[in-house]
């Protein structure tokens, strides 16, 4: 088993920053409804998390090593907050295929916010043996 | 067109340099623009355009530079007219 890596960090005033320039439009191209539900705290949208939630989308994006002319839409890419706080990701669309062409196995995210920045490591099992070290002696 | 697309990039890009500066071919990813940025850079182009880059559009060759953003933007422009 080998594994890959991928780590971003997103600006939480450029979030805020396009919510009031874009509002709905910006909420709608790059969040899913149910990340758009547990963004909110106390009512109200939380720019916090959904920069966290920008971060691990282009934290997966470097993971699955998206080429420049390859398509893959914000909402492929899902981070889902489960029962107990913390959070999952799921794959759809191209970002499934892939995870699936790569042979990848299971996902792992984590996200933090902190002095104004997101940031968000995604790492994914894969098949190939990415050891470069060797056991001789 | 490129004119255009310059005043906008320099609206929404959050370059590191004067966008007149660059050439252009020139990268915008290399020039500072970060991935967040670009949805800004996107948003800003369909308001200014009157488009919108469908999925298949929504890769990062198509912002890297003020050439490709042009191409993109004429792309779908000719199809809208089709």
Known sequence: MGLRAGIDMA???AVSESLREHGDRYLQRVYTAREIDDSHRGGTLDPQRLAARFAAKEAAMKML???????????AIEVVRQPGGWVALELHGRAAELAAEAGLGELAVSIAHECGYASAVVIAET???SRYWTHER | MNAE???IVAEHARLAVDVDSLADDADLYQAGMTSHASVNLMLALEDAFDVEFPDSMLKREVFESVAAIAGALGQLQQEAAA
């Open chain 1, 65 to 75: 090593r998206v080429a420049g002319d390859e398509a893959v839409p914000w909402h």
């Open chain 1, 11 to 13: 600006s939480v005033e």
């Open chain 2, 5 to 7: 697309i310059r005043k």
């Open chain 1, 127 to 129: 098949r190939e043996d």
